[in-house]
C-alpha cells in the first residue's frame, strides 16, 4: 500500500506565484490534513477535513486555501505565494474515531524566493 | 500560545543508556497524547500513544508515562540504540481520532 502520496516532493516559487499541492490517501481514511514544519515550531496544523465535503481552519490557515476533492484527495493552495510560506509540508490522514494516529505522506519542501 | 511545549531542543545518549523527552501542555482538555518519530526527509510515524485514563502505557522499549496533575508526560527508550536517532514529536488531542497539536520536536542522538 502507498499510504499517503504527496506531490511535488520539491518546489520552488517566485513571490506571488500561485501552486497547489497534492496529497492522496489510499487506505479508506475518513480524516485528512495538511500541516507545515518549521525550525523551532513544529507542526502546525494549516486546514482538514474532518470528512467528505467539510473543510475547517487550523492554527495557520491565512494565505492557504483547501479542497477535499473526494475521500482520497486533499489539496492545499497558495494563491499568491510569500517568502514566509517557505517550509515543509506534510499532509496525513486518520480514521475519525480510534487511536491509531495519524498516517503522515514524505513531505513537499517549498521554497518561496 | 503553544499548548504543547517540548522545551527541549536536543538531546545525545550514550548507546544503552536510557533517553527520556519530555513534553509539557497546558490545555487540560487534552485527553490522548501521542508521540511521532520522523527521520529525516520523511514524514513523521506513530510511536506509542496514551490516553488520560491511564499514567503508563509500554510498547517493547518504549514506555510513556502520563503526569495529569502536572500536564506532564515523558517518553522513556530503554536500551537506546543509534537506529533510535531522530526527531521526537509529542502531541494531543482532545479526542480520540481529533485533529493533533504537536510540540516542537526533540531531536535526539544516541552515539555508539
Known amino acids: ?113 | 500560545d503553544q499548548q504543547v511545549k517540548q522545551n527541549s531542543p536536543s538531546l545525545s545518549v550514550q548507546e544503552g543508556r536510557i533517553s527520556i523527552l519530555n513534553c509539557d501542555y497546558t490545555n487540560s482538555m487534552f485527553d490522548y497524547f501521542l508521540w511521532y518519530k520522523k527521520y529525516p526527509a520523511e514524514g513523521p510515524t506513530f510511536l506509542i500513544s496514551i490516553s488520560s485514563i491511564k499514567d503508563k502505557n509500554e510498547d517493547g522499549r518504549f514506555t510513556v508515562f502520563l503526569n495529569k496533575s502536572a500536564k506532564h508526560l515523558s517518553l522513556h527508550i530503554v536500551p537506546s540504540q543509534p537506529g533510535d536517532s531522530a526527531v521526537y514529536f509529542c502531541a494531543a488531542s482532545g479526542r480520540q481520532g481529533g485533529k493533533l497539536i504537536f510540540g516542537q520536536g526533540t531531536e535526539l542522538s544516541v552515539k555508539p
Not at chain 1, 499517503?4 to 497547489?20: E, H, N, Y
Not at chain 1, 497534492?22 to 481514511?29: E, G, K, S
Open chain 1, 1 to 113: 500500500n502507498a499510504g499517503v502520496t504527496q506531490t511535488p516532493k520539491f518546489q520552488v516559487l517566485k513571490t506571488g506565484q500561485s501552486m497547489t499541492l497534492q496529497c492522496a490517501q489510499d487506505m479508506n481514511h475518513n480524516s485528512m490534513y495538511w500541516y507545515r514544519q518549521d525550525p523551532g515550531m513544529g507542526l502546525r496544523l494549516i486546514y482538514y477535513s474532518a470528512s467528505e465535503g467539510t473543510t475547517d481552519k487550523g492554527e495557520v490557515p491565512n494565505g492557504y486555501n483547501v479542497s477535499r476533492l473526494n475521500k482520497r484527495e486533499f489539496s492545499l493552495r497558495l494563491e499568491s505565494a510569500a517568502p514566509s510560506q517557505t517550509s515543509v509540508y506534510f499532509c496525513a490522514s486518520s480514521e475519525t474515531r480510534g487511536n491509531y494516529g495519524y498516517t503522515f505522506g514524505s513531505g513537499t519542501r517549498l521554497t518561496v524566493v
